[in-house]
């Protein structure tokens, strides 16, 4: 069965440094990853996928991603936090080997940047 | 192009009684997910549906169903509340299955009394 984690409840980083939210998953065969964020009273919005090829990924806001097939981990980066990243953060696998494209979200990770 | 639109956006209900949930997906989107999330739990997957077919199913009870019309919108409904389904739900469309990404709506947020 498909899952995935993301190991820290909570992340603290100061503006300015750069950040990581940590993803690894389980799945079948080759998954297709998803981040999305969560602002306060606000949806959750698309930051970036992973499908194929490149194993780093471009998002949203200065967000990039890289898929590690031989540690099944797919982290959210970026090099300079702003007091604006803080919020929820999700982490999503599908696995398309298993007939149907069910998407299983992590806990979250809640990201606080420090001014 | 307008976003995902969910109502009603807040409902409070007893104990036993029934409520439907409505969506209606971006334009063009074929694909509707609907989610449940809770402090607890964080986001479970209810259904997904793809030309008014549940293409995929989560891990809850029967009282919990949902249907697609033909314009791609699509209900939820959930029969005998229990106070465990307080929650906030979500509704996300997407332009296919698969390689697309979703786009969620504000949500609904059920209080069961």
């Known amino acids: 069965a498909q899952s995935v984690a993301q190991p820290e409840d909570q992340v603290n980083v100061a503006e300015g440094n750069p950040l990581t939210v940590k993803c690894t998953y389980s799945?079948?065969?080759?998954?297709?990853l998803f981040w999305y964020v969560q602002y306060p009273n606000r949806g959750l919005q698309f930051l970036l996928k992973?499908?194929?090829?490149?194993?780093l990924v471009k998002g949203s806001y200065g967000f990039e991603a890289e898929f590690n097939k031989s540690q099944t981990s797919f982290h959210l980066k970026k090099p300079s936090a702003l007091v604006s990243d803080s919020a929820l953060y999700f982490c999503?696998?599908?696995?398309?080997?298993?007939?149907?494209?069910?998407?299983?979200f992590g806990a979250g990770t809640r990201l606080f940047v420090k001014a | 192009k307008a976003g995902v639109t969910q109502t009603p956006r807040y409902l409070i209900k007893t104990r036993g009684q029934q409520v439907t949930l409505s969506c209606s997906p971006i334009?063009?989107?074929?694909?509707v997910s609907w989610y449940q999330q809770t402090p607890g739990q964080g986001l479970q997957f209810l259904f997904e549906?793809?030309?008014?077919?549940?293409?995929n199913k989560g891990n809850f009870p029967g009282r919990f169903s949902g249907r697609q019309f033909s314009n791609s919108r699509s209900e939820m409904n959930v029969s005998t509340l229990e106070l465990g389904d307080s929650a906030l739900y979500l509704c996300?469309?997407?332009?296919?299955?698969?390689?697309?990404?979703?786009?969620f709506g504000p949500g609904t947020r059920l209080t069961v009394t």
């Open positions: 996300a469309s997407s332009i296919g299955q698969g390689v697309y990404e979703q786009y």
């Open positions: 799945v079948s065969g080759n998954p297709y």
């Open positions: 992973y499908i194929t090829g490149d194993n």
């Open positions: 999503a696998v599908r696995d398309p080997n298993t007939g149907g494209f069910k998407t299983i």
């Open positions: 334009s063009g989107h074929r694909s």
């Open positions: 549906y793809f030309s008014e077919t549940q293409r």
